[in-house]
């Protein structure tokens, strides 16, 4: 990772801050909200797994860098205004599977 290739521990830390940085305004605004549409999704069995495995980090990744990059996380809703209000996504869409041949 860069923060253990860094060179000091002040290079390091901008890698963190950037990293926190990230999380803050990226992925803890709408990760939370599409691992609870995956595992909540009524024909996605396979993918739950991942939906409750990205919330777990997420989680853990919030707690570890509370005390760095932005102060304050943006909600979903918060985020939507700033980008327009574009509803197009329509979230993860999951077909029931087939059964397989011979397993009828």
């Known amino acids: 990772s860069k923060q253990i290739n860094s060179k000091d521990s002040e290079e390091e830390g ?11 305004k990226h992925l803890l605004i709408w990760g939370p909200s599409c691992s609870e549409a995956v595992e909540s ?19 853990i990744e919030k707690e570890l860098f509370q005390n ?25 869409l999951f077909e029931p599977v087939p059964p397989a041949k011979g397993n009828s």
Do not use: V
Not at 41 to 59: C, I, Q, S, T, V
Not at 78 to 90: C, H, I, M, P, V
């Open 14 to 24: 901008r890698w963190l801050d950037f990293q926190a940085s990230f999380l803050k």
């Open 41 to 59: 999704a009524p024909n996605a069995d396979f993918y739950k797994g991942a939906g409750m495995l990205l919330r777990g980090f997420l989680e």
């Open 68 to 92: 760095r990059g932005p102060e304050n996380i943006e909600s979903l809703g918060e985020a939507r205004k700033r980008y327009g209000n574009k509803t197009d996504w329509k979230g993860p």
